[in-house]
């Protein structure tokens, strides 16, 4: 059971991260919010980058807040992992 959990949160967690780096690589484009794949990108990313940004204060035309979310995402992972490992000991 703890292996299909591990598993499972490491895939969550890669999807979340790539997710946002898509988001972050089309942010350097002009792309119509119009289109589907874009507005599912966005209703996955924003809950996990509303509130960095809200805290971090873009920097000129730099926004660090992804690195802030990436950060994070990293660390409840491996919070996550953890916990499920001392409690299928």
Same mark, same amino acid.
């Given at each position: 059971m703890a292996n299909f959990l591990t598993l499972f949160i490491d895939i969550f967690f890669n999807i979340l991260i790539i997710a946002l780096f898509i988001r972050i690589l089309l942010s350097? @484009? *002009?792309i119509s919010e119009d289109n589907i794949f874009i507005q599912i990108l966005f209703n996955i990313t924003n809950p996990i980058l509303l509130p960095f940004q809200k805290i971090i204060p873009p920097l000129g035309m730099i926004? @660090?807040?992804p690195i802030a979310?990436?950060?994070a995402l990293e660390i409840v *992972?491996?919070?996550l992992i953890f916990a499920i490992r001392l409690i299928f000991k």
């Open positions: 350097w @484009f *002009r926004d @660090f807040s979310a990436f950060i *992972r491996e919070l």
